[in-house]
Every structure is written in C-alpha cells, then in structure tokens.
C-alpha cells in the first residue's frame, strides 16, 4: 500500500497530524501509508513523514503526512512545518480528557503558523476502548461544529475510519484547490529534506509529470 517518493504522480498535497502526545499520531499514519499498526510505538522525535498516492478521478494526488511531536519542547521546531500544509487531522484519544481540551489549544497553533483556508478534520481517536471512554462523540461534533471542521471517530487498532478520515481530507482538499483560479507558478517554494530530497511544499504543485499547465494554490 505504501508508496515511494519517486512513483509517478500529478500534485503532491502536505499535511500534517497534530495533537497531544500519545494520542495515536504515528499509529494513524502508519495505518494509513502501510496498513500496519506498532503495540510498541514510540513518542515521534521532532517530525518524520510518509507519503501514499491516493486517486482522485484521473489524477494521482502524492499524500505527503507529516507526522509532528506533541510534545511541548518540540513545538519550535514543529510549528515551520506548517508552511505549505494543505490539511490537517487534528488528534486526540477519547479516553484522556486532557487531550481533548487541549483541542483549542492546537487550533489557536494551526491559525497562527497554517493556511487559514487549510482544511483540518478532527479526529477522536482509540475508539476501540469504549469502556475507558471520557469523552463522548457528540462533545467531539459540537467542537468540531463550532470550529467548522470536519469530524470522526477512528481506531488506528482496528482500523477503524482511518481511510476515511484521511480521503476526507484530501478529497477537500483537491475539492477546494480545483476550484480555486490559477497562480504563478513562481509563488512555489521548497524545502531539502531528508536525504537530500526536495520536498515540494506549496499547496499543489505538479510533482513528477512536466506540463505547461498552471498550478493551483
């Protein structure tokens, strides 16, 4: 399922996970970009982040999620990493109240360094664990409604609504950048990463197919 960086695509969408630690984050992504799911995960170090193509009509979209620490001493180093981000899946686990409240916080965080028009959907993760649950759905619908998010409950363990949740996301995303009018190629710009990979990071930018059309921001 997963898929690598140089496959062939049209547009390369960024997106980030956010949320306090242990909420699940990383369980998520891993779900999503290799359907696997890690009992002994560890507490994310600063940002990494995974890619998978996802098909939208005759377009291949690269989903590039960056999986963020939730930690607080890593906060100056996360919060550059909302540049150029599209998306976000907002996280926190049902059974730790805490992690919920801190909801407000997080959303105070994507307005300051994100794209307003960034589409965000909140996630009430570990679904599986109904009987250690502290906050109910309709508490995560109100807020989700009140902020003018998207909304859904997921379990990275059962793979529950985990698929959904991220295709909400990018198929908003692709809904609303299609919709939007072309721009000057020239407001791009790009961050190297990694092993010395370029990681494009404007909203929509065709990745690996050469064409004369414009992009879309």
Not at 36 to 45: G, M, N, Y
Not at 104 to 130: A, Q
Not at 135 to 151: N, P
Not at 161 to 173: D, G, H, S, T, Y
Request: aromatic share 8%.
């Amino acid at each position: 399922m997963a898929d690598s960086y140089d496959e062939e695509c049209d547009y390369l969408f960024k997106a980030v996970l956010i949320g306090d630690s242990a909420v699940g984050k990383s369980n998520l992504l891993s779900r999503f970009a290799k359907d696997e799911f890690r009992l002994d995960s560890k507490p994310t170090i600063g940002v990494e982040f995974a890619y998978r193509n996802v098909k939208i009509g005759d377009k291949v979209i690269k989903a590039q999620i960056w999986d963020t620490a939730g930690q607080e001493r890593f906060r100056a180093i996360t919060s550059s990493y909302y540049r150029g981000a599209l998306g976000a899946l907002l996280v926190y686990d049902i059974t730790r109240r805490t992690t919920f409240q801190n909801v407000k916080k997080w959303m105070h965080e994507l307005r300051e360094f994100g794209n307003l028009e960034m589409v965000i959907v909140l996630v009430g993760n570990k679904s599986d664990l109904s009987e250690s649950r502290q906050v109910s759905e309709e508490e995560g619908k109100k807020i989700a409604e009140m902020e003018g998010l998207f909304f859904m409950e997921t379990s990275a363990l059962r793979n529950l609504n985990v698929e959904e949740a991220f295709l909400r996301m990018i198929n908003k995303i692709h809904e609303t950048t299609m919709s939007q009018k072309c721009l000057d190629v020239n407001m791009k710009e790009s961050n190297v990463v990694g092993a010395g990979k370029e990681i494009i990071t404007i909203d929509e930018v065709t990745a690996t197919k050469h064409s004369n059309n414009c992009c879309y921001r």
